[in-house]
């Protein structure tokens, strides 16, 4: 018997709190980050800066800036200056500004009570304590509409604020505020709002090829050697993409298709790894959107699951189903329907979103139309679908 080898070589590359060295398709806003803050490297007692992020989910808005936040305090300590990165997700504190600050203070002094100060005042003691250590900090609001939408205007105002307050003080306390977009801002009363709203970096969703480019990097970091083929990251990329340019989806499919692989000791990341993982992410598909198929739609469905069954491949062309689909129709005893009834089966289920079409750029006889199966396995598919024909048969 072969002995068990897991695919991975090291799974914490894919846990979604590891911050890679590289994040491809990123560098100009890492770059554009260390221009916002080049002058902390200087005078750092001179200015603060404030930063907004925003980007739908997935598009790197955490992973980049603690990207950053830890490229920059290496820098800073390098110089001798003595800044501190702080990470706070505002929804971790259902957006209470005093329990983010508390947290904040309690990074410096472990024990500082929990009662008796206002968030103001723990302000205050943290722009004192800062002041005592001869410390910068650039905090970072991730989330930050939790905040907004709990305290309002007021408390950004207080953060905005208070420290510009302090006369001939050192200015210690820069903002990195992470939002998914500039929607919530616009609740602020105009002098919060434009004290915010001078540099903003919005992250664009990924396309399929940055999000083959990323798993691609996470595939050589995670996974041992030739365990991963290219079919299996590009499905992988697919789904991301269509779920809204989502590295996060990405990175979690590749990692669960992972463990389906070990689960079943194949020691490689097969198409059919990444559709059980999508399954199992994605509820699974309800019964009742193949229940509502005539009977030559479920069949050609059956050629589609068949197809992909018996193959590694991640996608097929129509000829390929055709082919399944009339294999499928002589178990059945029934007369295969036209190509162009295939045609319309095709669309309707892709509009269904039970399968999915893309069209290939390259192919050796120009463009064709590829088939794939997004969120269920083709196993699943094949015993539902066969369970649905047996039933109409009898
Ligand atoms: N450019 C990139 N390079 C490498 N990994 C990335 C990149 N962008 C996002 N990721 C990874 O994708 C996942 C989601 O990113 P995250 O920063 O959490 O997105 P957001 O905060 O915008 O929802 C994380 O695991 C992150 O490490
Ligand atoms: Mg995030």
Redesign the pocket.
């Known amino acids: 018997m072969p002995q068990y080898r897991s695919v991975f070589k090291d799974e914490t590359k894919l846990d979604?709190n590891?911050?890679?060295y590289?994040?491809?398709?990123?560098d100009k806003e890492l770059r554009l980050l260390m221009e916002f803050f080049s002058f902390i490297l200087q005078f750092p007692e001179k200015m603060t800066q404030r930063v907004m992020i925003t980007?739908?989910?997935?598009?790197?808005?955490?992973?980049?800036s603690q990207r950053f936040g830890a490229d920059i305090t290496r820098e800073a300590n390098k110089r001798g200056i003595s800044l501190r990165y702080v990470h706070v997700n505002c929804r971790e504190y259902r957006g209470n500004l005093f329990l983010i600050l508390h947290h904040v203070v309690s990074i410096f002094h472990p024990n500082f009570p929990r009662r008796g100060y206002s968030a103001e005042e723990l302000l205050r003691i943290l722009l004192q304590i800062l002041d005592e250590e001869n410390t910068y900090v650039i905090l970072t609001l991730?989330e930050f509409e939790s905040l907004v939408e709990r305290e309002g205007s007021e408390a950004v105002y207080k953060l905005t604020r208070l420290q510009e307050i302090r006369a001939n003080k050192p200015q210690r306390l820069s903002l990195i505020c992470?939002l998914r977009n500039l929607k919530i801002i616009e609740r602020l009363d105009p002098s919060t709002k434009s004290t915010l709203q001078s540099n903003i970096i919005s992250?664009e969703k990924?396309s399929k090829q940055?999000l083959m480019d990323?798993l691609n990097?996470?595939v050589s970091l995670a996974f041992n050697p030739l365990t991963v083929p290219e079919d299996t990251v590009s499905l992988i990329a697919e789904l991301a993409f269509s779920e809204g340019g989502?590295?996060?989806l990405?990175?979690e499919l590749l990692w669960r298709a992972g463990k389906y692989a070990d689960a079943e000791d194949l020691g490689i990341v097969t198409p059919e790894c990444v559709r059980k993982a999508a399954s199992s992410i994605y509820a699974v598909m309800r019964k009742s959107d193949l229940a509502f198929l005539n009977v030559h739609e479920k069949l050609f469905l059956l050629g589609v699951a068949r197809f992909f069954k018996g193959s590694q491949k991640a996608y097929a062309s129509l000829a390929e189903i055709e082919r399944a689909y009339a294999v499928v129709c002589e178990e059945f005893d029934v007369h295969p329907h036209s190509h162009t009834q295939l045609w319309k089966y095709l669309q309707m289920l892709s509009a269904r979103g039970i399968v999915q079409k893309k069209v290939s750029a390259t192919g050796s006889r120009g463009r064709s139309t590829l088939i794939y199966l997004p969120r269920i396995s083709a196993y699943e598919l094949e015993k539902e679908l066969s369970m649905l024909l047996e039933k109409g048969e009898a």
């Open positions: 979604i590891y911050v890679p590289r994040l491809p398709h990123r980007g739908d989910v997935g598009t790197g808005k955490t992973v980049l991730d992470i992250l990924y940055q990323i990097d996470r989502n590295a996060r990405g990175i």
